[in-house]
């Protein structure tokens, strides 16, 4: 699959990704794949300038019609999945498998925002007083700044956008420097659907271009009410002060750090398959990537080893190859850093984790996905590392794992193999797992969009995607209508003029 098809088929003025100051590389052979040019902070104030008066008009279109572009934008990236899943394998590396469902969870999350479009319900709320009725209603809030991480190019965009354009807002993208021309594919799309829906606003949903440096200044403008940020928990460390001073909301989906658990009961085959995928899928490159794994001692020498023979069975390579289960790492940083994870393993024993396909890519970094077992004494592993290392640890009973599960900063994703009953409702419960996706006999990455995405703790407690997050995109009015010839007032209050 060729850049140039893909690009062609998308629309995208190919001479247009050819100069600019920001290289784009791909991570397949580390070679350069366009030049886009990062917008200055004059720019960048326009923008959101924009996006504002775009929010006034959008925010008058009923919610079923606004619906209507999302439906529209919805039937694009149908048209246009092969060629966008290829484009995000070629800017971020995982295997087209991968790119297609992540297309295929955007094209998802418009039809959910569709349906949505008609449900922005609000309540009707039993009033003490007689004569009156209260009521709460769902109003759109402004422009919603969005920043996104490089290994979900495009999804992330559409969880937040789709709704935040239904909800009656405008939206503003900071995608990440790592994958900036995805998001000037989607940004295509969207400019395609709403001229042929019309009625759209101009600037209804725009690109901010650039680093750090930019999505700084998106988080500190006061026009931006709420800023969505995914990405790792230094960068939300950053961005949550920064909005809750100006008084901002902000969603935060930051770094996990996430355990599955093997019980004695469990069927191995299905684990070891869950395991493997949660893992090594996206080369360990997903928020959700499963990064400890809590045996019980008794399935420990029956576990282990299965789980490192379908780990040599792996196929690393170019992840536009079809069999390929592996690509390579985003970059050398990346690399790096798995490296001294690695070489910090005090009393583990490490599998696999060095570099392979160098000579065919000397610019790229592929590597044996590692497995490190620690010890019965280990201490916990705290920090996410984004790369393919699995750290095992034996355990002993069911409450020792929930706490060696929960001991760790970051609370995104979770999932326990069991067969028994008691294990399972005890993980899912108030004295299971802390996180915000806790799962029985399904690996810890891959979540539906149906359901509300996130996590507690150092992964930022923000809500995406499924079940109410649209209220995120949205203020909240409380009213109350007196239709009596009385004024009581609440409680009980009484005054004399
Ligand atoms: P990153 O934190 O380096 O960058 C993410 C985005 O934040 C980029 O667009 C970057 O330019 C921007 N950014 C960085 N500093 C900023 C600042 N001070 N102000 C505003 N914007 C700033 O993350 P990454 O390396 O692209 O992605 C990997 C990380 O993202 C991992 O930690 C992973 O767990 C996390 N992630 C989380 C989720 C989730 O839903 N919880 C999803 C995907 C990725």
């Known amino acids: 699959m060729k850049l140039t098809d893909v690009l062609d088929n998308l629309g995208l003025d190919i001479s247009a990704l050819d100069r600019g100051d920001l290289s784009v590389t791909s991570p397949i052979d580390g070679g350069e794949i366009g030049r886009v040019t990062a917008h200055s902070a004059a720019q960048a104030d326009a923008i959101i300038a924009k996006s504002q008066e775009a929010f006034q008009q959008w925010k008058l279109v009923p919610a079923p019609k606004r619906g209507e572009l999302i439906r529209v934008l919805g039937n694009k990236l149908r048209e246009h999945k092969e060629a966008l899943g290829a484009l995000v394998t070629l800017e971020c590396g995982k295997i087209f498998q991968e790119g297609l469902g992540e297309v295929q969870e955007m094209i998802d999350i418009c039809d959910l925002a569709v349906g949505l479009s008609r449900q922005l319900h609000g ?7 007689p004569g009156h009725r209260m009521s709460e209603t769902w109003h759109p809030i402004g422009p919603v700044g969005i920043i996104s991480a490089f290994n979900f190019p495009v999804a992330v965009w559409s969880w937040n956008a789709a709704l935040a354009v239904v909800c009656g807002n405008s939206v503003i993208w900071k995608p990440s420097e790592k994958t900036p021309i995805t998001a000037i594919a989607c940004q295509k799309l969207f400019e ?26 998106l988080t500190a403008d006061k026009r931006v009410p709420v800023i969505s940020a995914t990405g790792s928990t230094a960068m939300g460390r950053k961005v949550g002060p920064v909005v809750a001073e100006r008084f901002g909301r902000s969603i935060l989906e930051l770094g996990g750090n996430n355990a599955i658990m093997v019980c004695p009961s469990a069927d191995l085959e299905m684990a070891v398959r869950a395991i493997l995928f949660g893992a090594v899928g996206t080369a360990g490159q997903r928020c959700t990537s499963t990064r400890r794994l809590l045996v019980h001692k008794s399935i420990y020498e029956e576990l282990v080893p299965a789980l490192k023979k379908a780990y040599q069975s792996v196929k690393i390579g170019n992840p536009l190859d079809a069999g390929t289960l592996v690509g390579p790492l985003i970059d050398r940083t990346a690399y790096d850093s798995m490296q001294t994870a690695l070489q910090g393993v005090a009393n583990g024993k490490v599998t696999g984790g060095e570099r392979v396909l160098s000579d065919e890519y000397p610019d790229a970094y592929y590597v044996q996905p590692a497995i490190v077992e620690m010890p019965e004494s ?6 996410e590392t984004f790369a393919p290392i699995l750290y095992v640890y034996p355990y002993t009973d069911l409450q020792e794992a929930i706490r060696l599960q929960n001991d760790v900063p970051q609370g995104l994703s979770s999932a326990i193999f069991t067969n028994d009953v008691r294990e399972a409702e005890t993980f899912l419960s108030a004295a299971g797992s802390d ?18 995405f996130g996590g507690e703790k150092e992964t930022g407690g923000g809500r995406e995607s499924g079940s109410d997050a649209w209220k995120g995109y949205m203020r909240r009015a409380t009213s109350t209508v007196n239709y009596s010839t009385e004024l009581p007032l609440a409680q009980g209050i009484e005054f004399d003029i």
């Open 123 to 129: 309540l009707t709320i039993a009033s003490e007083r």
């Open 192 to 217: 395609d659907a709403a001229r042929e829906v019309g009625g759209v606003p101009d600037g209804l949903s725009q690109l901010l271009i650039g680093e750090a440096d930019i999505g700084a200044q």
């Open 378 to 383: 280990g201490q916990t592993v705290q920090h």
């Open 435 to 452: 996180c915000g996706i806790a799962n029985v006999n399904i690996g810890t990455s891959g979540a539906e969009i149906g359901g509300a």
